[in-house]
């Protein structure tokens, strides 16, 4: 059943009361934010105040139109949001004067910027051939999500000390959320993160519900309000249409949390502000328990796309637990806590204010990070068919030892990289043959030179290389995928040749099986000549039939192939990009085979 079928009394023409979210009470509710242990909070709220707010230029936002550049503007937008998103918890929390007013700068100098929209996204502007925003047509992204929920939400929790300490604040926030978002949502039906052409993604929930929260809390005509309710469920209903019933999402794990994410949060705030639930849709179940199928150990998680190899501790790891606690599943509670406990926080306020107020006012999140006993989530094996993704471990439960995930799938995927056929190998969790991961956006990110930027093309990804690289779109793909799922073994084998341009080769069978009994991991490659690539990471000793892959002064992988039939090359590439070294430090090594004849067996084992 759709979203909107399950929330019809809201289509029906019966008035739907709205009530505000009391799960997240105002600043006047002591109770509650008394009992918060915020003191991690408002040590970092107090250095940040000791340091100026990061001023937001029209020559760093032009950057994306003059050389590709999209960070400046960026990231220092963000580090306006995280500041503004420190000092109201802060506010909240301790009701300090200098919290409130540092707030309340950050919320007027974001409410006196030309525009909230990321320049990679601003269609107006390039439309127009020019490199600023306009005012007067603002284009509702992922920027100005950003923003309007940070206003709606800091206005609900801070609302009444705002008509004390700033009279006028709560009405140019409001001017704002309609003149940037709210109008433009009502106004403009066809945006195209919209999915009307059954393509919904990230961008989807995401925008819908931080539109949400500004309608809800912010938007004072009640029939308006309950009008925008209205068309954020007609347009999260494009999302769900869409979403793969093994739960599966194809962005990733590191895309889960801006959209999948999000359409939780949504439905809780339908609930709560409605009364109207649709938790209980099918898909919801297997969807909240794709992150933790994709963990490989620690921080690493399987990072097919645009994800990076260690995803980040910044997430709001509370919704996961919630829903693991409405849906009766142990492992995704489990997993939620664990995470959080070994992040060190409660909360990130980088993951958005909303975030951050809900997981603080649930006691039950608290005492689940403080105390919750550890659990299990790390089955045998996972196999996610609509996306194709295999993942199989040496013994169900723990990270120790050998894990394998290998990729089919095809090369028209959102956030794709030239993939098909990939596979990553852990040892004891941590990714030895590894996927490079998401290199820093640039302005070329998102259009037709995308794959020129070398982490996203096959030849820096484990998979062969038949006279040419793999190619972009979905006709690329993997054909006859066919899974082993036992207790001795896990494997996926699959036909990789309609991966590469049409007719370089009528057949190329990869097969990567975890073999339970032998403690190792087979590659069979059944095709003709050619180069197979391995990305390693860590330090890189090869010699003919092997190479070791070590940590610091540690073997812990050994790939070995029989001398006669491949022939070993093997060279580092040295980092630069900041988000890569965060996830493997200075450097990564490829090692290449170049095959003399098939077939090609690599058998990877663990170094004792």
Same mark, same amino acid.
């Given at each position: 059943?759709? =979203?909107?079928?399950?929330?019809?009394?809201?289509?029906?023409?019966?008035?739907?009361?709205?009530?505000?979210?009391?799960?997240?009470?105002?600043?006047?509710?002591?109770?509650?934010?008394?009992?918060?242990?915020?003191?991690?909070?408002?040590?970092?709220?107090?250095?940040?105040?000791?340091?100026?707010?990061?001023?937001?230029?029209?020559?760093?936002?032009?950057?994306?139109?003059?050389?590709?550049?999209?960070?400046?503007?960026?990231?220092?937008?963000?580090?306006?949001?995280?500041?503004?998103?420190?000092?109201?918890?802060?506010?909240?929390?301790?009701?300090?004067?200098?919290?409130?007013?540092?707030?309340?700068?950050?919320?007027?100098?974001?409410?006196? #910027?030309?525009?909230?929209?990321?320049?990679?996204?601003?269609?107006?502007?390039?439309?127009?051939?020019?490199?600023?925003?306009?005012?007067?047509?603002?284009? *509702?992204?992922?920027?100005?999500?950003?923003?309007?929920?940070?206003?709606?939400?800091?206005?609900?929790?801070?609302?009444?000390?705002?008509?004390?300490?700033?009279?006028?604040?709560?009405?140019?926030?409001?001017?704002?959320?309609?003149?940037?978002?709210? #109008?433009?949502?009502?106004?403009?039906?066809?945006?195209?993160?919209?999915?009307?052409?059954?393509?919904?993604?990230?961008?989807?929930?995401?925008?819908?519900?931080?539109?949400?929260?500004?309608?809800?809390?912010?938007?004072?005509?009640?029939?308006?309000?309950?009008?925008?309710?209205?068309?954020?469920?007609?347009?999260?209903?494009?999302?769900?249409?869409? =979403?793969?019933?093994?739960?599966?999402?194809?962005?990733?794990?590191?895309?889960?949390?801006?959209?999948?994410?999000?359409?939780?949060?949504?439905?809780?705030?339908?609930?709560?502000?409605?009364? =109207?639930?649709?938790?209980?849709?099918?898909? $919801?179940?297997? *969807?909240?328990?794709?992150?933790?199928?994709?963990?490989?150990?620690?921080?690493?998680?399987?990072?097919?796309?645009?994800?990076?190899?260690?995803?980040?501790?910044?997430?709001?790891?509370?919704? =996961?637990?919630?829903?693991?606690?409405?849906?009766?599943?142990?492992?995704?509670?489990?997993?939620?806590?664990?995470?959080?406990?070994?992040?060190?926080?409660?909360?990130?306020?980088?993951?958005?204010?909303?975030?951050?107020?809900?997981?603080?006012?649930?006691?039950?999140?608290?005492?689940?990070?403080?105390?919750?006993?550890?659990?299990?989530?790390? +089955?045998?094996?996972?196999?996610?068919?609509?996306?194709?993704?295999?993942?199989?471990?040496?013994?169900?439960?723990?990270? +120790?030892?050998?894990?394998?995930?290998?990729?089919?799938?095809?090369?028209?995927?959102?956030?794709?990289?030239?993939?098909?056929?990939?596979?990553?190998?852990?040892? %004891?969790?941590?990714?030895?043959?590894?996927?490079?991961?998401?290199?820093?956006?640039?302005?070329?990110?998102?259009?037709?030179?995308?794959?020129?930027?070398?982490?996203?093309?096959?030849?820096?990804?484990?998979?062969?290389?038949?006279?040419?690289?793999?190619?972009?779109? /979905?006709?690329?793909?993997?054909?006859?995928?066919?899974?082993? *799922?036992?207790?001795?073994?896990?494997?996926?084998?699959?036909?990789?040749?309609?991966?590469?341009?049409?007719?370089?080769?009528?057949?190329?069978?990869?097969?990567?099986?975890?073999?339970? %009994?032998?403690?190792?991991?087979?590659?069979?490659?059944?095709?003709?000549?050619?180069? $197979?690539?391995?990305?390693?990471?860590?330090?890189?000793?090869?010699?003919?039939?092997?190479?070791?892959?070590?940590?610091?002064?540690?073997?812990?992988? /050994? $790939?070995?192939? %029989?001398? *006669?039939?491949?022939?070993?090359?093997?060279?580092?590439?040295?980092?630069?990009?900041?988000?890569?070294?965060?996830?493997?430090?200075?450097?990564?090594?490829?090692?290449?085979?170049?095959?003399?004849?098939?077939?090609?067996?690599?058998?990877?084992?663990?170094?004792?």
């Amino acid at each position: 059943m759709s =979203l909107r079928r399950r929330l019809s009394a809201l289509f029906d023409g019966s008035a739907v009361p709205l009530r505000a979210p009391e799960s997240v009470p105002d600043v006047r509710n002591r109770a509650v934010w008394d009992a918060v242990d915020g003191e991690f909070l408002l040590a970092e709220a107090t250095a940040v105040l000791a340091r100026p707010m990061p001023v937001l230029t029209a020559s760093a936002w032009a950057r994306t139109f003059r050389d590709g550049v999209r960070t400046e503007y960026e990231d220092a937008a963000g580090q306006v949001r995280d500041r503004v998103t420190l000092l109201v918890l802060a506010a909240v929390l301790d009701q300090g004067l200098p919290f409130l007013d540092g707030a309340i700068d950050g919320l007027v100098a974001l409410a006196e #910027t030309t525009t909230w929209c990321w320049a990679p996204h601003e269609r107006f502007a390039a439309g127009r051939g020019e490199v600023l925003g306009d005012p007067d047509e603002p284009f *509702l992204d992922l920027g100005a999500a950003e923003v309007v929920a940070l206003f709606a939400w800091a206005d609900h929790v801070l609302g009444p000390a705002f008509d004390v300490r700033a009279p006028g604040l709560r009405k140019r926030l409001q001017r704002e959320a309609d003149r940037r978002v709210l #109008t433009p949502f009502e106004r403009v039906r066809d945006w195209h993160w919209l999915g009307l052409d059954g393509d919904a993604h990230n961008w989807n929930p995401w925008i819908h519900h931080a539109v949400l929260a500004a309608a809800l809390l912010l938007e004072p005509d009640p029939e308006r309000r309950l009008r925008l309710v209205r068309l954020v469920v007609e347009g999260l209903d494009h999302y769900v249409a869409v =979403l793969p019933d093994d739960g599966g999402i194809d962005e990733g794990v590191a895309y889960w949390w801006h959209g999948a994410c999000r359409l939780l949060e949504a439905l809780d705030l339908l609930a709560e502000t409605t009364g =109207l639930d649709a938790r209980g849709l099918p898909v $919801l179940a297997p *969807l909240i328990r794709f992150p933790h199928r994709m963990h490989l150990g620690g921080a690493a998680y399987v990072n097919a796309g645009d994800g990076p190899a260690r995803l980040p501790a910044a997430q709001p790891w509370h919704v =996961l637990h919630r829903w693991g606690e409405r849906l009766g599943d142990a492992g995704v509670r489990a997993h939620a806590a664990s995470r959080a406990r070994e992040s060190g926080r409660l909360v990130w306020p980088q993951a958005g204010l909303g975030r951050a107020l809900a997981g603080l006012a649930d006691p039950r999140w608290r005492r689940a990070v403080a105390a919750e006993p550890a659990g299990t989530w790390l +089955a045998r094996e996972e196999w996610l068919p609509r996306v194709q993704v295999l993942v199989a471990r040496e013994t169900a439960g723990t990270p +120790a030892g050998l894990t394998v995930a290998v990729k089919a799938g095809h090369n028209g995927e959102r956030h794709n990289h030239l993939d098909v056929g990939t596979f990553w190998v852990a040892v %004891d969790g941590v990714p030895v043959v590894a996927d490079v991961g998401q290199p820093t956006y640039t302005a070329a990110s998102f259009g037709p030179d995308r794959y020129g930027a070398w982490p996203l093309r096959s030849e820096w990804h484990n998979v062969p290389e038949p006279g040419a690289p793999q190619q972009p779109g /979905r006709e690329h793909g993997a054909r006859d995928v066919r899974v082993e *799922l036992t207790a001795a073994a896990t494997g996926l084998s699959a036909d990789l040749a309609g991966a590469y341009p049409e007719g370089l080769v009528r057949r190329w069978i990869r097969t990567v099986r975890l073999v339970r %009994d032998e403690a190792c991991v087979l590659v069979d490659d059944e095709g003709v000549t050619g180069l $197979l690539r391995y990305v390693l990471a860590g330090d890189v000793e090869v010699g003919a039939g092997y190479a070791v892959v070590s940590h610091g002064e540690s073997p812990v992988l /050994r $790939l070995t192939w %029989d001398p *006669l039939v491949a022939t070993p090359e093997f060279a580092y590439r040295a980092l630069d990009d900041p988000l890569l070294r965060a996830s493997w430090g200075e450097r990564l090594g490829r090692l290449t085979l170049v095959v003399r004849a098939g077939p090609v067996r690599v058998r990877l084992e663990r170094v004792p």
